[in-house]
């Protein structure tokens, strides 16, 4: 496919439509929702009445993983401060990060964590923007939990508080190891999950660890090659057991999130139409004019102008109508980005 023109994907927003602070209500925040191919629905709800859309044999499928407290300050000998995102460990005791101010350290350079000290770390090596760190003392999630802080977007413009360590989570997020939230699913509280259980509405969990790769600019690199950031992604048997028959039985498989899509289309083998279980890593890069066969339905939040995530739901959807609905969703003054706003996206054909 040719290099697409980004600029299609460009758009202005007002800064007070940026969502910086999460609604009073996670179910409250507003849904549009729209037809995948044509204008069966154009619909402006709050979102605890997505059950209006939704009926009996309909299976949800959303990303179970939990953000770490990856976002570390470091201190070096000389007191000079640093924010560092601690991406991933590549070998042990060794990690690959994203560093403010890198140009200022130099290798050898030592640095602690400012929370406790007990950290010691050098810089190894740099790697076009990332740092290469290596630790003396072995760094895991507990280790992320007692001295990191909750990463939240730059975009926020704030430093995270206590009210980010709860509400930047989903109420059924799992295992530590993101960087980011799979946002889609923050809108959902225990009290709608048992009502979707109530009538008879599966929503299966996978993983995929949410990568820094969510908030990097597109470049011609991604274009040519037709590959994004790797994430890891696990899909467990029994939620592959349930989605395949669902597949066979022409039942409405509907993604939670683009980070749940880009595992399941992964996952997804078209020309036997089952889903492969277990463990796997993903660098696909959906964008107008691809196929997307893994589901039927999208809940998605509004996402940031010439973005990959942007790419992905013109994907699943006409392009046009993408377009549209976010020219909308501006007009209306919808909420923006990760404490947003939501979509619902349905085949109209499977309604």
């Known amino acids: 496919m040719e290099f697409q023109d980004l600029s299609d994907f460009d758009f202005e927003l007002p800064e007070d439509q940026i ?155 799992k295992n530590l190891g993101s960087v980011a939230a799979p946002t889609a699913g923050l809108h959902f509280t225990p009290e709608l999950l048992e009502e979707l259980k109530n009538r008879k509405i599966e929503f299966l969990k996978l993983e995929l660890k949410v990568g820094y790769g969510t908030f990097q600019s597109l470049s011609e690199d991604h274009f040519a090659n037709k590959k994004l950031h790797e994430e890891e992604f696990d899909l467990p048997s029994e939620t592959t057991e349930l989605l395949n028959s669902a597949k066979k039985n022409g039942k409405r498989i509907i993604s939670v999130g683009t980070t749940t899509l880009r595992a399941l289309e992964s996952a997804y083998d078209p020309n036997d139409k089952t889903f492969r279980a277990g463990e796997g890593k993903t660098r696909l890069f959906l964008q107008p004019e691809d196929s997307i066969l893994s589901c039927e339905g999208l809940i998605t939040n509004f996402h940031l102008p010439q973005s990959s995530l942007l790419l992905l739901v013109s994907a699943f959807a006409e392009k046009e109508k993408i377009l549209k609905a976010y020219k909308f969703a501006i007009e209306q003054k919808f909420r923006f980005f990760s404490y947003g706003d939501s979509m619902l996206i349905l085949d109209p054909e499977k309604v």
């Open 19 to 173: 969502a910086k602070f999460p609604a009073v209500q996670r179910d409250k925040s507003r849904l549009l929702v729209l037809g995948r191919t044509q204008d069966f629905l154009k619909e402006e709800t709050e979102f605890s009445k997505i059950l209006d859309y939704l009926r009996e044999g309909d299976v949800l499928v959303a990303n179970a993983t939990r953000v770490s407290k990856r976002r570390v300050f470091l201190v070096t000998k000389t007191e000079r401060r640093h924010e560092a995102m601690f991406l991933s460990e590549i070998e042990p005791g060794v990690w690959k990060t994203l560093i403010r101010n890198s140009k200022k350290l130099k290798l050898g350079d030592i640095l602690s964590d400012e929370a406790s000290g007990k950290f010691q770390l050098s810089v190894e090596r740099k790697e076009e923007e990332f740092t290469i760190l290596r630790s003396e003392t072995p760094l895991d999630e507990n280790s992320f939990e007692t001295i990191g802080r909750t990463p939240i977007p730059p975009y926020f413009k704030r430093e995270s508080n206590s009210e980010d360590d709860v509400r930047y989570q989903t109420v059924y997020s």
